[in-house]
Structures are given as structure tokens and as C-alpha cells.
């Protein structure tokens, strides 16, 4: 009888202990969805500055932006269905240049720090890295030069 108690005791206190464990796994889970929730609405904000850019840049005559191609729209607004490589790239970019646009005021250590990483990522001329911003634009059909150019000329620093 008293083995059978000490069971049910050491039963309940493992019962005790992954109740909390599941309970904590919930609160960890719903701390989760609240951040993708977050990114998601960044990640569709980025897509329509990203958006707007290659829409102003088209509409501004800035054609050097897009390579010349028979189709005498940019790519990223042609029709048909994308990859989920392309749209992977394209939401790097996108994410790149909303960060740009926010950080620009670099008014504390955090903006500028980013602010100078994301600057330097569009300056930077590596395109052996499928991540990197000569290779992303190429991937896209952008002219590297001329959206790195256009982007560091519109999100500029505030002086």
C-alpha cells in the first residue's frame, strides 16, 4: 500500500511538473505568434515601399533601373507566378529598404548601427553570396548600380 501511494505521489508530482512545462510552451508559443504577427505586417509594409520605389522609379523615367528587356515594364511587375526563391530575394530587399528608410535618422546608437550595415550591404560589390545585394538585383532584373544609387540618394541620412 505504501509503494503504491509513493506512485501515485511521485505520478502526481510528475503530472505537477509537466503541466508547467506545457503551460510555459503556451506562453512561449503565443510570445512567438505575437513576433511573426510583427514581422508579417513589417515584411507586407517593406513589400509596398519596395513597391512604390520600383513604381516611382518607373514612372520618374528612371528605366536604368530595369534592364532592357522586350517587355518594357520593370520585372518585378510582369506577370506570372514568381518562384518562392524570388520571393524570398525580393522580401530580403524589401526588408533591406524598409530598414534603410526607418534607421536613416540615425538618431541613437541601434539606428546607426543598422543604418551603416544596411548602407554598406547595398555598397558593397560581392555577388558570390546568393544573399548579397549585387546578386539579389541580378536575380531580380535590377541594374545593381542604379537601384543602389537611387536607394542611397532617397534614404540618405537626415543631416
Known amino acids: 500500500m505504501r509503494r503504491m501511494r509513493e506512485r501515485i505521489d511521485d505520478l502526481g508530482q510528475r503530472f505537477t511538473n509537466l503541466s508547467a512545462r506545457i503551460a510555459a510552451t503556451e506562453q512561449s508559443l503565443a510570445s512567438a505568434n505575437f513576433c511573426v504577427a ?6 507586407n509594409h517593406a513589400r509596398f515601399l519596395l513597391s512604390e520605389f520600383l513604381e516611382a522609379a518607373w514612372q520618374e523615367g528612371r528605366a536604368d533601373c530595369f534592364p532592357r528587356t522586350s517587355d518594357h515594364r520593370p520585372p518585378a511587375m510582369r506577370t506570372g507566378a ?16 524598409d530598414s534603410l528608410r526607418k534607421n536613416r535618422a540615425r538618431n541613437n546608437r541601434r539606428k546607426r548601427r543598422l543604418y551603416g550595415e544596411d548602407a554598406q550591404w547595398i555598397r558593397d560589390r560581392d555577388d558570390q553570396s546568393p544573399f548579397s545585394f549585387q546578386y539579389i538585383c541580378t536575380i531580380l532584373g535590377l541594374d545593381p548600380d542604379s537601384v543602389s544609387a537611387s536607394l542611397l540618394a532617397r534614404y540618405g541620412p537626415v543631416q
Open 38 to 43: 510583427g514581422a508579417d505586417q513589417r515584411l
Open 82 to 97: 514568381p518562384t518562392p526563391e524570388t520571393k524570398l530575394l525580393r522580401a530580403v530587399l524589401e526588408e533591406a529598404i
